[in-house]
């Protein structure tokens, strides 16, 4: 089979330009279907509201192109961000939006002029009552060519070559419920669509069925689940590719607080790349909550690829929250992108923190994002962005997080570990061969109030990445800012700050450095 491959930059103007206009469909049907899920069952008992907002943004910089210093060239960049936050929430229907489109230009080079949407979007809807529901989910962002370029963030504008504009999509509708004392059931359906513009890999698309039924009762001696799945994965590179499994665990409480399950499967799968092999997924689990503030769970289990591995463990305190995650899996693009919950992420953080004195999830993440908006501490960094391919991988994921909340000072800290290996031979954006890789980062950030209004703040973030297959290569990032962010009315609120960017790549174009001043003005309509 002869597969073309578009490179980056090698596209003529009418190919992108239907990549530009399918991409906008795509995120109209998005918008549509998340929109058609939530609006029929707003009624007397649903509360909702929509906050239009636009944001302005002038820096100067001394390298606008984020270039190698020989060819550094310094200029303005002003960037105009309208955008809406819509809310619904209600006995059976819950809803989220928030959806930004970035309108950038460049003093001194107009071909660095560009035009990027930025969403992230959800719809929770009870169709039919205790019975059917349906979850959907869209976001759009920046996402990664390459593990060896410039770490984009998913949420904000830049030039880096590296840079890739993604949409991603996911519908999943499901059935749960309970047989008497005896069972607990649910049956679920989740299809995800995941593409790049201008780029290859191609339109990524997964399809899995997670069926399970379990004894009802949390609290028995000796308790049970069985559970089965059927996952494909679909694009032009692969073709197709299937993993099933069936798997049965026996739950044993050693006490009210303290359960340890015995887990034996069984899974089928061509993911490595065909013919399909078969082996049996022994395994074992833990689950302990001393008590409402402190949980941890872990599951161990033998699989195709060799020790997987989830662990879980959660601690707050009145002014501190504290976690740690460790995953060992295989993945692909679709379900990366629309995981609900980033890994050791700043908003997962604070939730857990405010739980107590906050136990309503939409009042609590209301107060996570406004906290963070007060503070001028971003929700993502360059440690959220993740690296296209077309093939499903080996993902180790590991963070070690910690929040820290006082009368005038918000303090977090998050430290990272991530590796990732192609399940054969891996395609990237591009077409070019994604070899493996290692990351390890920190992303750090320290908010002083020095008034009820306003903000003196510092962020720091570096992302250090090798390759494990090839030594010499690599790459360093590291960014620093420092901010004062104010209300300056009930609506509008402002930021001025410094920003230092170094970047250092084994691809001599890939390096440079950047130092900006800059300033944005945000108001909600």
Do not use: C
């Given at each position: 089979?002869?597969?073309?491959?578009?490179?980056?930059?090698?596209q003529?103007?009418?190919?992108?330009?239907?990549?530009?206009?399918e991409s906008?469909?795509?995120?109209?049907?998005?918008?549509?279907?998340?929109?058609?899920?939530?609006?029929p069952?707003?009624?007397?008992?649903?509360?909702?509201?929509?906050?239009?907002?636009?944001a302005?943004?002038?820096?100067?910089?001394?390298?606008?192109?984020?270039?190698?210093?020989a060819?550094?060239?310094?200029?303005?960049v002003?960037?105009?961000?309208?955008?809406?936050?819509?809310?619904?929430?209600?006995?059976?229907?819950?809803?989220?939006?928030?959806?930004?489109l970035?309108g950038?230009?460049y003093?001194?080079?107009?071909?660095?002029?560009?035009?990027?949407?930025?969403?992230?979007?959800?719809?929770?809807?009870?169709?039919?009552?205790?019975?059917?529901?349906?979850?959907?989910?869209?976001?759009?962002?920046?996402?990664?060519?390459?593990?060896f370029?410039?770490?984009?963030?998913?949420?904000l504008?830049?030039?880096?070559?590296?840079?890739?504009?993604?949409?991603a999509?996911?519908?999943?509708?499901?059935?749960?419920?309970?047989?008497?004392?005896?069972?607990?059931?649910?049956?679920?359906?989740?299809?995800?669509?995941?593409r790049?513009?201008?780029?290859?890999p191609?339109?990524?698309?997964?399809?899995?069925?997670i069926?399970?039924?379990g004894?009802?009762?949390p609290?028995?001696?000796l308790?049970?689940?069985?559970?089965?799945?059927?996952?494909?994965?679909?694009?032009?590179?692969?073709?197709?590719r299937?993993?099933?499994?069936?798997?049965g665990?026996?739950?044993?409480?050693?006490?009210?607080?303290l359960?340890?399950?015995?887990v034996?499967?069984y899974?089928?799968t061509?993911?490595?790349?065909?013919?399909?092999?078969?082996?049996?997924t022994?395994?074992i689990?833990?689950?302990?909550?001393?008590?409402?503030?402190?949980q941890?769970?872990?599951?161990?289990e033998?699989?195709?690829?060799?020790?997987?591995?989830?662990?879980?463990?959660n601690?707050?305190?009145?002014?501190?929250?504290?976690?740690?995650?460790?995953?060992?899996?295989?993945?692909?693009?679709?379900?990366?992108?629309?995981?609900?919950?980033?890994?050791?992420?700043?908003?997962?953080?604070?939730?857990?923190?405010l739980?107590?004195?906050?136990?309503?999830?939409?009042?609590?993440?209301?107060?996570?994002?406004?906290?963070?908006?007060?503070?001028?501490?971003?929700?993502?960094?360059?440690?959220?962005?993740?690296?296209?391919?077309?093939?499903?991988?080996?993902?180790?994921?590991?963070?070690?997080?910690?929040?820290?909340?006082?009368?005038?000072?918000?303090?977090?800290?998050?430290?990272?570990?991530?590796?990732?290996?192609?399940?054969?031979?891996?395609?990237a954006a591009?077409?070019?061969?994604?070899?493996?890789?290692?990351?390890?980062?920190?992303?750090a950030?320290?908010?002083?109030?020095?008034?009820?209004?306003?903000?003196?703040t510092?962020?720091?973030t570096?992302?250090?990445?090798?390759?494990?297959?090839?030594?010499?290569?690599?790459?360093r990032?590291?960014?620093?800012?420092?901010?004062?962010?104010?209300?300056?009315?009930?609506?509008?609120?402002?930021?001025?700050?410094?920003?230092?960017?170094?970047?250092?790549?084994?691809?001599?174009?890939?390096?440079?450095?950047?130092?900006?001043?800059?300033?944005?003005?945000s108001?909600r309509?």
């Amino acid at each position: 089979m002869k597969v073309e491959v578009i490179r980056p930059g090698s596209q003529t103007p009418e190919v992108s330009r239907a990549y530009q206009r399918e991409s906008r469909r795509r995120a109209f049907l998005a918008l549509a279907a998340l929109a058609a899920g939530v609006a029929p069952g707003i009624g007397k008992s649903e509360s909702y509201r929509v906050v239009p907002n636009i944001a302005v943004t002038a820096s100067y910089s001394d390298n606008v192109a984020l270039a190698p210093s020989a060819l550094a060239q310094p200029g303005w960049v002003t960037t105009l961000a309208p955008g809406v936050l819509a809310e619904v929430s209600g006995a059976r229907v819950k809803g989220f939006l928030d959806a930004r489109l970035f309108g950038t230009s460049y003093s001194s080079d107009s071909s660095l002029n560009s035009t990027q949407a930025s969403l992230n979007a959800f719809a929770k809807v009870e169709a039919v009552e205790n019975l059917l529901f349906v979850d959907a989910r869209a976001n759009s962002g920046q996402q990664n060519r390459s593990a060896f370029g410039a770490a984009a963030t998913p949420d904000l504008p830049t030039p880096s070559t590296n840079a890739v504009q993604t949409n991603a999509l996911q519908v999943s509708p499901f059935i749960r419920g309970q047989v008497s004392d005896v069972a607990k059931y649910q049956l679920r359906f989740t299809e995800s669509w995941v593409r790049a513009n201008d780029v290859r890999p191609p339109e990524t698309r997964t399809s899995e069925w997670i069926g399970s039924i379990g004894s009802a009762s949390p609290s028995a001696k000796l308790g049970w689940t069985v559970a089965a799945s059927a996952l494909s994965l679909r694009n032009d590179l692969v073709g197709t590719r299937e993993d099933n499994r069936i798997r049965g665990s026996l739950i044993y409480a050693l006490n009210p607080q303290l359960h340890v399950s015995l887990v034996e499967g069984y899974e089928s799968t061509d993911f490595a790349g065909p013919p399909k092999q078969g082996s049996g997924t022994p395994g074992i689990g833990l689950a302990w909550t001393p008590s409402e503030r402190t949980q941890l769970a872990a599951v161990y289990e033998r699989r195709f690829f060799g020790d997987g591995y989830n662990v879980i463990f959660n601690h707050r305190t009145p002014l501190s929250a504290w976690s740690i995650v460790g995953t060992k899996d295989v993945e692909a693009l679709p379900a990366q992108l629309l995981a609900s919950n980033s890994l050791g992420s700043i908003q997962g953080l604070m939730s857990n923190l405010l739980t107590s004195t906050i136990p309503d999830p939409e009042a609590r993440a209301e107060a996570v994002r406004r906290r963070l908006e007060e503070t001028g501490i971003s929700g993502s960094s360059a440690l959220s962005s993740n690296v296209l391919t077309a093939r499903p991988f080996i993902l180790w994921n590991n963070f070690a997080s910690a929040a820290l909340l006082g009368a005038t000072n918000t303090i977090t800290l998050t430290l990272a570990y991530k590796e990732q290996r192609s399940l054969g031979t891996g395609v990237a954006a591009g077409g070019s061969v994604v070899n493996d890789f290692r990351q390890r980062g920190l992303n750090a950030n320290w908010a002083h109030k020095l008034s009820p209004l306003t903000s003196l703040t510092l962020a720091a973030t570096a992302l250090l990445t090798d390759d494990l297959t090839i030594a010499a290569r690599q790459s360093r990032q590291y960014s620093s800012s420092l901010f004062l962010s104010s209300q300056l009315g009930p609506k509008t609120s402002a930021s001025l700050g410094l920003r230092h960017v170094d970047f250092n790549g084994t691809t001599a174009p890939e390096t440079y450095r950047e130092n900006a001043i800059f300033g944005t003005l945000s108001i909600r309509l």
